[in-house]
């Protein structure tokens, strides 16, 4: 009997799902998963649903098959895993499910086999996110509302805010931060001191609402956004505007979709 397990596109919802089918000894021939959103039975196919990825016991599972893939294939293909669950690509529950079958047949040599069909899949989603957590990590920007807090709203491409909190936290360790990604409903929360960020999940209301804290930046945060605009046009190189070949390369080391929250290209009225 086929069966197709349905998850959310959240890494401890993904490694649980492959674990419920490693526990019930499934035939992986017969057993693919599928996001939530993608979830369209084959003909013959049975959908079983997986339960929400806030479950403790879900939580507890994914735990269990992240730390017994680590200890078979080692930490580096474990952080591989992690990467690729937080990529919105189609597909991606059944790609990491595949690369995690193939590790736990063959143990330590899957870092080595690097041109199995498994590894060769998973490692299009690693480096497609390894890039956008890189593009996060240096295109966030801060505004510093009255409260004295700096809060960000980014949208990347993969789910990239839990991956990158540490960078942030690390950066900015006596700061109260907060970054909001309205596209994945996902934000990191930083207090002073904390080594890391708390990652929280949101509801798009709340998504809306935590974005629209950016408009409460007051008349100081403006004039340090002028300031680094006017030091920014100084020491701008000519030739980068859109008749000029080097437009080409400033869009391509620092992608468009990103231009609209860089106070350096925004001007307010």
Request: charged share 25%.
């Amino acid at each position: 009997m086929a069966v197709a397990v349905r998850c959310e596109r959240a890494a401890e919802s993904v490694l649980a799902a492959v674990g419920v089918t490693y526990l019930a000894h499934a035939n992986p021939r017969r057993v693919r998963l599928v996001a939530a959103n993608e979830a369209q039975p084959r003909l013959g196919e049975n959908v079983v649903i997986l339960g929400d990825e806030q479950d403790g016991s879900v939580v507890a599972l994914a735990r269990r098959v992240l730390t017994g893939f680590g200890k078979r294939c080692g930490r580096t293909c474990a952080r591989r895993v992690l990467l690729a669950c937080a990529s919105d690509e189609a597909g991606m529950p059944e790609v990491v499910h595949r690369y995690l079958r193939l590790g736990f047949s063959v143990g330590k040599r899957l870092y080595e086999d690097v041109a199995a069909p498994e590894a060769l899949a998973l490692g299009g989603l690693v480096r497609r996110v390894s890039t956008e957590c890189e593009h996060t990590r240096q295109f966030v920007r801060f505004a510093r509302i009255p409260d004295g807090t700096f809060i960000s709203v980014f949208e990347p491409n993969e789910n990239t805010l839990p991956l990158v909190g540490t960078h942030f936290a690390r950066r900015m360790r006596e700061d109260r931060f907060v970054i909001v990604d309205p596209r994945h409903l996902v934000a990191i929360f930083h207090e002073p001191g904390d080594v890391d960020c708390s990652v929280v999940g949101l509801d798009a209301g709340t998504a809306a609402t935590l974005a629209s804290r950016v408009d409460e930046a007051d008349e100081r945060e403006h004039l340090v956004e002028a300031l680094w605009r006017s030091f920014y046009h100084a020491m701008e190189l000519p030739g980068r505007d859109a008749a000029s070949r080097g437009y080409d390369l400033r869009a391509s080391w620092m992608p468009k979709r990103f231009w609209h929250g860089l106070p350096e290209l925004n001007v307010r009225p």
